[in-house]
């Protein structure tokens, strides 16, 4: 047992250092849609490229390992399904709400959901998950250059995000021990915070 210990704590630490990084304030969270060219790669790469996407996009995996089943499998499919639809809706110029406000919104509320282990209805997880989708999707599309395929655009970034729910879901797992369960509870104040800071951003834009 003492090994397991070892480990756990080991990758209780790894995690707080990486999330630390994470929630610093970063230019990368721009949606200028600069040096973005092509088709597939453009888009895998996209999502990457923002701090505010990929804190998202990890959080719905981390609190889809915390809901358990089905909603650690069905979030993870969910949001990408829905940025697809946003994408969509981008790309035709469509009108919706403030994006940059809503994607701020979706990291502070991803991150309240982790930090206080919230347990909400399968229905409200998904409509939750689901309206962010929107968000995020749309800022892709918005920024999809004109010279780029939208099909393999889409397909990149959405393959991006599903590997990042992927990793956020692997760091759920932690939850089965009291200290990888206070860290990732801990990692979602860190998210929480980070969100705060993107709300103000877009508030004073």
Known sequence: MPPVQTNSRHSVWALLAALALLAVPSQA????????????GAGFSHPLSGLD?????????????????PLI???PVIFPGFMALGAGLGMLALPVPPVEAGIAVSVLTLGVMILFA??????LACMIVAAFGLFHGYAHGL???LSADPVGYTAGFVLSTGLLHLSGIALGLLKSSGAGMLALRGAGGA?????LIFVGGAITA
């Open 191 to 195: 998210i929480a915070i980070a969100g």
């Open 73 to 75: 499998l069905a979030l």
């Open 53 to 69: 996407h990929m804190l998202a996009m990890i959080a719905v995996g981390v609190w889809g390992a915390f809901l358990g089943r």
């Open 29 to 40: 969270l721009a949606h200028d849609g600069a040096g973005l060219v092509g088709g597939f």
């Open 118 to 123: 919230v347990r909400a209805p399968a229905l």
């Open 143 to 145: 920024e999809l250059p």
